[in-house]
């Protein structure tokens, strides 16, 4: 049974086409995608973890989940945005390697093309906080469900998270974006039913906002 169950998450894994098409998209790769793991394809690997990973004992050119969820976060910010950088944006995790390899969890699709609405709408798009794994999820205060554990919340600032009403504004427009799911910030909040205020004294002038 074990085995099985080992078996099945292996399987939930990118097939080697697919890594192949994600890599070239990104640089690192410019064979044939032919699903076959020949010279190119494990360079292809190792220059993915030598540029992303932070810890020198992930960078050792075997694919296995940590960078299969590498690829897909390097891949859907690089895909699904127009200006947002995974390593200038500090999307990654901010324990920097300390606690995890700096991708806990695959950055969600519909978090990073929001994210980008946000930018489109509002100018200047300063991420404060991404990916969390559980520990440093932990040191920062966040709560064990975090959508940032799961790769789908971020906290941000626009040149109007300066006032409550600016921060407001960016709240309700999140909802009018792909799959809303909460936003928050000091002062206010709201999910698909219900908004209100919120003492958040925290998040200082920060907006958090996540996707189902």
Known sequence: MKTNLKLRKVSNMLSVKQRQEKLKFLGFYDGKIDGKVGPKTKKGYKDLQNKYFFRKKDKDGLY???TDILLQCVYNVAKYSKNFDILKDKLHCRCNGKYCTGYPAVIDVNLV?????????????????LLRCSTWNKIQGGV??????????????TKVSNTLVGRKNMIDY???L???????????????????????????????????
């Not at 946000?118 to 100018?123: A, C, L, P, T």
């Not at 064990?144 to 600032?157: E, Q, V």
Request: glycine letters at 12%; a positive charge; proline letters at 1%.
């Open 64 to 66: 296995g989940k940590d």
């Open 113 to 129: 093309k929001n994210l980008q609405e946000i930018r489109n709408k509002f100018g200047a798009t300063t991420i404060t906080s």
């Open 144 to 157: 064990s469900s975090s959508k940032h554990t799961k790769g789908k919340g971020a906290d941000y600032r």
């Open 174 to 176: 999140w909802f009018t």
């Open 178 to 212: 792909s799959k809303p799911n909460y936003g928050y910030c000091n002062g206010y909040y709201k999910m698909s039913r219900t908004s209100g205020c919120k003492k958040s004294v925290s998040m200082g002038n920060s907006t958090h906002c996540d996707v189902k």
